[in-house]
């Protein structure tokens, strides 16, 4: 069965960090690309970051460049979310989704049940 | 960005009646050298992720009732429940996966009347 398990999710002050984490089983990892998808509580969807297979090349959505940095431990089947300065505004539940070889180019065949990230003081 | 515009934003539909999801791309989703359109359908219950249903705009991931059906190709897309089921009550999206940074529409929420 493929599987993906988020972790890391947690409460953080604005400006603070946080590392997520995703958990990959029931599939070849290392031959797909895997992206972070956001929704705020009662809110719609939204891509945040994806990387490639093979070459880890990254893309990020504009509202979180600079801040975030997604990387991936084929190894370990492990994906994860490096956020840094987090702001109000990045509090949402966090999903780990698979979708082709590429980031863009598949639909999401497979969610996790998502992490949530809480940004308040 | 390719800005992805659904309609309506609720609707209620009476059990085994028809309902009717329209999904807009501010530009086209067509890839011309494979003819596919890089257009998905997801449905999502309270509390629980996103389910794929429809990818390429129109076919029906494994396990998906074939009550639902998706169309429509370039920029204007079409999600159709032939016979609404109350399991069908969710919010569905539309995404496009044709270029970074994927998109998705705002989401429809179904109810039954």
């Known amino acids: 069965e493929v599987q993906l398990v988020e972790s890391g999710g947690a409460l953080v002050q604005p400006g603070g960090s946080l590392r997520l984490s995703c958990a990959a089983s029931?599939?070849?990892?290392?031959?797909?690309?895997l992206s972070w998808v956001r929704q705020a509580p009662g809110k719609g969807l939204e891509w945040v970051s994806g990387?490639?297979?093979?070459?880890?090349?990254?893309y990020y959505a504009d509202s979180v460049q600079g801040r975030f940095t997604i990387s991936r431990a084929d190894s370990k089947n492990m994906l994860f979310l490096q956020m840094n300065s987090l702001r109000v505004d990045d509090a949402a539940i966090y999903y780990c989704?698979?979708?082709?070889?590429?980031?863009?180019?598949?639909?999401?065949?497979?969610w996790g049940r998502g992490t949530l990230v809480t940004v308040s003081s | 960005d390719i800005v992805m515009t659904q309609s309506p934003d609720s609707l209620a539909v009476s059990l085994g009646e028809r309902a009717t999801i329209n999904c807009k791309s501010s530009?086209?989703?067509?890839?011309?050298?494979?003819?596919?359109?890089?257009l998905a359908w997801y449905k999502q219950k309270p509390g629980q992720p996103p389910k794929l249903l429809i990818y390429?705009?129109?076919t029906r991931e494994s396990g998906v009732p074939d009550r639902f059906s998706g169309s429509g190709s370039g920029t204007d897309f079409t999600l159709t429940i032939s016979s609404l089921q109350a399991e069908d009550v969710a919010v569905y999206f539309c995404?496009?996966?044709?270029?970074?940074?994927?998109?998705f529409g705002g989401g429809t929420k179904v109810e039954i009347k």
């Open positions: 530009q086209s989703v067509l890839y011309s050298s494979n003819n596919k359109n890089y």
């Open positions: 989704v698979k979708g082709g070889q590429t980031v863009a180019g598949n639909a999401y065949d497979t």
């Open positions: 029931g599939f070849t990892f290392s031959s797909y690309a």
């Open positions: 390429w705009a129109s």
């Open positions: 995404q496009q996966y044709y270029s970074t940074p994927l998109t």
């Open positions: 990387i490639s297979a093979s070459v880890g090349r990254t």
